[in-house]
Every structure is written in structure tokens, then in C-alpha cells.
């Protein structure tokens, strides 16, 4: 007897532990928002949708920004589907495209966070800046501005440390349950940042912060998950860089050093800006996750992901993507948020987001023309006509997925190998 209490007792001490090794949570995640606070439907869509007559639609147009009542139905969308997640990613550009100004900027970043922290009280808004969240557009100064800082004023939530490195360079981190986000300004980096363009090192002390909050990190036994704007990959139709040779240099580079130290913490990449769906495994099986957009402007339905995660095995499981027909929903005036796939589910069928499995699914899409074509289809969220791709793009597109650095995809569209 003595003896069945003592099994009963390791079983049970087993199952504990493995519940809380196991343990999993949710996040939700959208960017791209370009909200328009003038829009106007039936106005003309080549005038961004808030002038003269056409046929912009209720909920939006395909050449527009957003209404910004969209937004609101797809926050009220996500409260039903995860009543209580552990935070939520507010992934940039949340401006319109075509209409700069600080106010107006700061006015529609508060109003999208305000609408989580209205349908989500109590849970973490965690914002991240993107090219058109500056004046001008692009422009992300490497030191501290009044705007900086009066961004950073109208952030709640922030501790007064994540304030001050915002203020500084528009970067941050923040800690929830076991896991520390780290909110990089990847405008710094951009090729079209002005200010940014021809200067080297290490620009407002962003790297070298990374570096410490890393350590910081490894010592309390965190996991870490990066968020940023803009995707350090190439665009596999042109194969420029995305980023300045300085970004190419110094991020890249830097990601292998804390892959090698930290890979074991870091749980991922996340980015917006390019308004598709796909990902890149970067130095060291880094995995970063290209994000769509939740605007609909560059021909894509609006798109908001639902990720599940483990703080304590520190890993991303897995994110169901959620869409909205805009031509449907213009059709019928009437919103539906539909699940358009789940990454665990069949025909991704991935067991986990990391290079191990994404590496496994993109050679599926080089071998089979029928999931190559489930992947262009949900490329731009099944908008249609789907884009026109033939086997050099394929291989460009598959190239893309698993080599992040330019001259690594180059070699691998040359020589034939994706």
C-alpha cells in the first residue's frame, strides 16, 4: 500500500510538472491599421476615399485606408473569440498612407489602444512603431524629440524605464508572466529613413540595449519574443533590400550572436509593414513571421492573428488567422471574420513555429503546385485574383521563406535551390 501511495505520488508530481512546463497562453496581434478618420463611403477611391463620388464601400475599399469603424468590429471580433488573452501586439502604422501630422499620428495610435484597453481592461497593450507613425513619413530620429516624447506620454502601461528608452529611440521592453517582449524600432534601419541613411553604429544604443536585456533575461530564466515594423528580409519580386546595408550589417549579424548565446530564450520575430503572409528563417534558425495587415489598401483582406505560446518552453506553438472579405462584407453590409487557417492544422500541419517545421513545409510548397497555390491564396488573405506567379517567382518566394540575409537568396534563386 505503502508503496502505491508512493507511485501514486511521483505520477501526480510528474503531471504537475509537466502542466507547468507545458503551460500555454494567448496573445492577440494585429498592424497595419492606416486608419482614416475622414473617410467617406461611395467617395472615390483615387482620392483615398474621403472626396468627391465613386464606389468606396461601407467597410472599406481596396485602395483605401480604413474606416475606422472596421477596426472597432474587428477589437470587438477578437474579445468574443479570446476573452482574455495575456496581451496584445499593436504592431504599427497606424496612420493613414497619404495625410501626415504629429497630432494626427499620436490621435490614431491612442485611439486603437484605447479600443483594446476598452474591450480588454486590464490587459497589456504593447504597441510597436512603424514608418508611417513618423513626420515625415519614414523619419525615425536616432535621439530624443518632443514627438518622441509625446508619444511615449500617451503609451499607458509603460514602466517608467520602458518610458525612458522610448523617449530615447522608440524602443522598449516589457515583462509578462515569464516572458520579456522586446518592442525594437526597426525605423532606425530603414533604407528610407533620411535621417538614418548614412550613418553607422550602433544608433540610439538599440543593439547594445538588446544585448543587455538578453543577459537580463538568460539571468531570471525568461523567455524573450521580439516585435518590430518592418520584415529584415528582401522583397523576393525585386530582390532589393528592405533595409539600408548598415540594417544588413549590424541586425543580421547581431541576431547570429543572439541566437548563439540566447536561441534557447527567444522565442521568435514579428513584423508588419509589408501587408502580406509569409516568414523567413533568419541566422541560426531565428524565426521571423511576416504578419498581414489589418488595412486593406495594397489589394488584401484585413487579417488579425490569435498565437499560442509558452512562456516556460518558450516557444510559438502556433496562431489561427482570422479574415475579412471586404467585397462580401461591401456586398452584404454586414461583417464576418472568418478563420482562414490554423498553422497546426492540415494542410500546414506544423508542429511549432521554428525553422525545424516551417523549413519542413516550405519544401511541400516546392514540391506540390496544389499547396504552392493554398499558399498564394493566402498570401494577400484570400483576396482576389490571386497574384500571377510562375516558377521563377515560386522560387523566389520559397527562396525568401529561408534565407533572410539578401546574398544568401541570391544564391539560393541562382543555383536553383529553394
Request: proline share 4%; with cysteine.
Amino acid at each position: 500500500m505503502k508503496n502505491q501511495k508512493k507511485v501514486i505520488h511521483i505520477i501526480l508530481l510528474f503531471l504537475s510538472f509537466s502542466f507547468i512546463h507545458n503551460k500555454t497562453g494567448q496573445f492577440l496581434y494585429i498592424t497595419d491599421a492606416h486608419i482614416s478618420f475622414c473617410y467617406l463611403p461611395n467617395a472615390s477611391n483615387n482620392m483615398q476615399c474621403e472626396t468627391n463620388n465613386g464606389t468606396a464601400g461601407l467597410f472599406g475599399d481596396y485602395y483605401c485606408n480604413n474606416p475606422f469603424w472596421l477596426i472597432e468590429d474587428a477589437v470587438r471580433e477578437m474579445k468574443r473569440l479570446v476573452p482574455n488573452p495575456d496581451f496584445i501586439i499593436h504592431g504599427g502604422d497606424t496612420n493613414e498612407q497619404f495625410y501626415h501630422d504629429e497630432f494626427v499620428i499620436i490621435e490614431s495610435i491612442k485611439f486603437v489602444n484605447e479600443l483594446f484597453e476598452t474591450y480588454f481592461p486590464g490587459v497589456p497593450v504593447l504597441f510597436t512603431i512603424g514608418n508611417h507613425d513618423f513626420f515625415p513619413t519614414h523619419n525615425s530620429p536616432y535621439y530624443n524629440t518632443p514627438f518622441l516624447t509625446k508619444l511615449s506620454n500617451s503609451l499607458t502601461g509603460l514602466t517608467d524605464q520602458a518610458r525612458a528608452t522610448f523617449k530615447r529611440g522608440g524602443y522598449y521592453s516589457t515583462n509578462v508572466n515569464n516572458l520579456k517582449i522586446i518592442s525594437l524600432n526597426t525605423i532606425i534601419w530603414y533604407k528610407l529613413n533620411a535621417l538614418t541613411k548614412y550613418l553607422k553604429g550602433d544608433l540610439s544604443k538599440q543593439l547594445s540595449w538588446v544585448d543587455s536585456e538578453l543577459k537580463r533575461a538568460q539571468n531570471e530564466g525568461q523567455g524573450v519574443l521580439f516585435v518590430g515594423h518592418i520584415f529584415p528580409g528582401v522583397n523576393p519580386f525585386t530582390l532589393k533590400p528592405s533595409y539600408t546595408n548598415t540594417f544588413q550589417d549590424q541586425f543580421l549579424e547581431r541576431v547570429k550572436t543572439w541566437q548563439r548565446k540566447y536561441g534557447s530564450l527567444i522565442l521568435g520575430y514579428l513584423y508588419g509593414h509589408k501587408h502580406r503572409d509569409t516568414f523567413s528563417c533568419g541566422p541560426k534558425n531565428s524565426i521571423h513571421l511576416l504578419n498581414p495587415s489589418l488595412n486593406t489598401r495594397k489589394r488584401i483582406n484585413s487579417v488579425f492573428r490569435i498565437f499560442n505560446y509558452s512562456d516556460t518552453a518558450k516557444v510559438l506553438y502556433d496562431y489561427t488567422q482570422y479574415h475579412n472579405s471586404l467585397t462580401e462584407t461591401n456586398k452584404y453590409k454586414d461583417v464576418k471574420w472568418r478563420k482562414s487557417y490554423n498553422t497546426k492544422k492540415f494542410p500546414m500541419s506544423v508542429k511549432k513555429l521554428t525553422c525545424k517545421y516551417l523549413r519542413r513545409w516550405n519544401t511541400k510548397l516546392k514540391d506540390s503546385n496544389a499547396l504552392f497555390g493554398w499558399f498564394l491564396f493566402h498570401y494577400k488573405a484570400r483576396y482576389l485574383p490571386m497574384i500571377g506567379c510562375g516558377a521563377s517567382c515560386k522560387k523566389r518566394l520559397l527562396c525568401a521563406q529561408v534565407n533572410l540575409h539578401r546574398d544568401k537568396m541570391v544564391r539560393c534563386v541562382n543555383n536553383n535551390k529553394s
